[in-house]
């Protein structure tokens, strides 16, 4: 199976990546937290994540982790993601990246605000 | 249920998708939808479910789709017939035969659609509409000389027809082709058919010259209807022939003709104008007036090749000089085997110079008028007593057969080639719907050489030969009639 293209980062994987920055999260929690850190805009559904998940998963940007002491009875096992340190550092220059065209954008004249 | 539907719909996915992260995505969905209660929260999931299936599914088949190009190039098939799965595995047992199942239906159902064709007669009356353009139309155009010559307020279809295959150009011949591919699975109703009895039975009645024979017909006619003859009838033209033969079969009256016409008849006949004449005039002009070729052969033999016997009103001039140029001929080839007919009055034009008093010509349109005798002799002609020869084919038409068999019958000429078409083209023409019409002779024409003429028989020339082969025997005749001389 040929690799799944992250170059450019596509922004929901770039999502993912930061909304597993602070803590280990399943599948549904991956996607409450990308909805809360854009406002709702981003609601990832199963075939969206997943698939973005298997690809940063094959570029072990993120990996799997064994949480199965924390299975409660009667429920299913769940997986949950951890960002690995390839993973944190393309978050940190993808936001750099950002941050960058947030500056041309502000010298530019088309946001206004404070410089970042 | 919802569950159970998404359930289903994870089967759009990859197989190998659906292993690694079905149980999760099953799981995301029955997470969403537990804490996602009420209908706007559950209308907003199933809206971000179906965007997630249109985007993602597409996706994932196009990672299989690259992986299987891959594949398919390592390793060539030795030209064994083979195809393609998006899966990554081999196909089931059971969905082969259900794709083989699925198939072998729809193939079958497609079939039998393709047989039963009668649901779409709009396509083709809108098709037929969209050629039938102005002045290209049969019966669309009336000629000055029709006007004048006393044939009447509607159009002769012979002389219609004749200038549609002078004047139409060749696209329109594709046109009509691909026309009638369509038209030709189009099948006749009984309402239709209904339709064109009693549009034959009142035309009959009202324009018949001769009455009594009408309502015999009328009445064979309605027989014909009662005791079913029509019903199994559903091709057009097999019809408009059926009618034609029973027309005949009854009032032993070959002029009478139904005739079937693929393009839209229109209502009525439009009006020669101006401008409709000037554009005849220009392309006959163009044409030559269809005089294709004059020339002298070899032995002094004349030979005059017309396709077309066009109004004297517009070629009245080229007529006579063609005539003239071939006035010093020891012998004349008259070539008609492209002439597909035309004007009454053109064949009497070019007839005046063959005789050398005035001669009784036959017109199958109409009893015998002042204009039924050549002017016979024609100052200065010298044609009157050289020997005459006339070339036919099977698509001499018309017109040109009204040539052939007066000649024949006068003995005047020898007719060379094959039987002509046999059309007389004698009936005034009649719209009885979008589709047909018919032909009704209105006075009794006077045949001085026999009962019938060329109707449906066509001429049968006095040399057989093939077509292609008429001009050499022809020249061959005359070279041994003038050495003998």
């Known amino acids: 199976m040929p690799k799944r293209k992250l170059d450019p980062l596509p922004s929901v994987a770039f999502q993912i990546l930061l909304s597993l920055a602070n803590d280990d999260l399943h599948g549904y929690g991956i996607m409450r937290q990308v909805a809360d850190q854009t406002g709702d805009r981003m609601r990832l559904g199963p075939g969206t994540l997943y698939s973005s998940i298997q690809a940063l998963l094959e570029e072990r940007l993120i990996e799997e982790v064994d949480r199965s002491e924390n299975a409660e009875p009667g429920h299913e096992r769940r997986r949950y993601y951890r960002l690995t340190s390839a993973g944190r550092k393309l978050a940190r220059s993808e936001a750099e990246r950002l941050a960058d065209t947030l500056r041309v954008a502000r010298a530019r004249k088309i946001l206004r605000g404070d410089y970042v | ?485």
């Not at chain 2, 659609?113 to 009668?118: A, D, E, I, S, T």
């Not at chain 2, 004749?162 to 004047?167: C, E, F, K, N, V």
């Not at chain 2, 009838?233 to 059926?242: I, K």
């Not at chain 2, 094959?418 to 023409?429: K, S």
């Open chain 2, 1 to 485: 249920m919802s569950e159970k539907i998404y359930a289903l719909l994870m089967y759009l996915y990859p197989s190998h998708f659906r292993k690694a992260y079905g149980n999760e995505a099953m799981q995301l969905f029955r997470d969403r939808a537990c804490d996602e209660k009420g209908f706007f929260p559950e209308l907003r999931l199933w809206l971000d479910l179906l965007a997630d299936l249109a985007i993602s599914v597409p996706r994932e088949y196009s990672y299989i789709q690259s992986k299987l190009i891959g594949a398919s190039v390592q390793q060539p098939l030795d030209g064994l017939p083979s195809f393609h799965v998006l899966e990554g595995e081999s196909p089931r047992f059971g969905a082969v035969l259900f794709g083989g199942v699925l198939s072998l239906t729809s193939l079958s159902i497609f079939s039998v659609l393709f047989n039963h064709p009668g649901e779409y007669r709009p396509l083709r009356t809108e098709a037929a509409k969209t050629l039938s353009s102005g002045h290209l139309h049969p019966s669309a155009f009336r000629s000055p000389a029709a006007q004048r010559s006393g044939y009447g307020e509607k159009e002769r279809i012979g002389s219609s027809l004749s200038q549609l295959s002078a004047q139409r150009p060749p696209s329109q011949d594709t046109a009509s082709v691909l026309i009638q591919t369509i038209a030709d699975d189009m099948r006749l109703d009984a309402v239709e058919r209904q339709r064109v009895i009693h549009g034959v039975i009142a035309n009959l009645k009202e324009h018949y010259f001769d009455r009594d024979v009408a309502q015999k017909t009328v009445d064979a006619l309605l027989a014909y209807e009662k005791s079913g003859d029509y019903d199994a009838v559903t091709d057009e033209r097999a019809f408009a022939d059926l009618l034609t033969r029973q027309l005949r079969d009854v009032s032993h009256d070959m002029h009478l003709i139904v005739e079937y016409s693929r393009d839209t008849l229109p209502e009525h006949v439009p009006e020669q104008t101006p401008e409709s004449l000037a554009r005849f005039r220009k392309a006959m002009e163009q044409e030559n007036c269809m005089f294709k070729k004059v020339e002298i052969l070899p032995h002094n033999i004349g030979y005059l090749k017309l396709n077309f016997f066009p109004d004297t009103s517009v070629c009245e001039s080229t007529a006579t000089t063609a005539m003239t140029s071939l006035n010093h001929a020891d012998a004349i080839i008259f070539d008609l085997r492209d002439n597909t007919g035309g004007f009454s009055d053109m064949v009497l034009l070019i007839a005046n110079y063959l005789f050398d008093h005035p001669e009784y010509m036959y017109n199958p349109r109409g009893a015998p008028t002042e204009e039924s005798w050549t002017r016979s002799p024609v100052p200065g002609s010298r044609l009157a007593d050289k020997p005459v020869y006339v070339l036919t084919s099977a698509s001499t038409w018309s017109g040109a057969e009204q040539f052939s068999y007066n000649l024949k019958m006068l003995k005047r000429a020898t007719l060379v080639g094959e039987t002509t078409r046999g059309g007389t083209h004698a009936g005034v023409f009649h719209r009885i719907d979008d589709h047909f019409g018919m032909g009704i002779p209105e006075t009794r024409a006077i045949n001085p050489f026999s009962k019938t003429d060329w109707e449906g028989t066509g001429v049968e020339p006095d040399v057989k030969v093939k077509a292609a082969e008429a001009l050499e025997t022809a020249q061959k005749l005359a070279e041994r009639k003038l050495h003998k001389k």
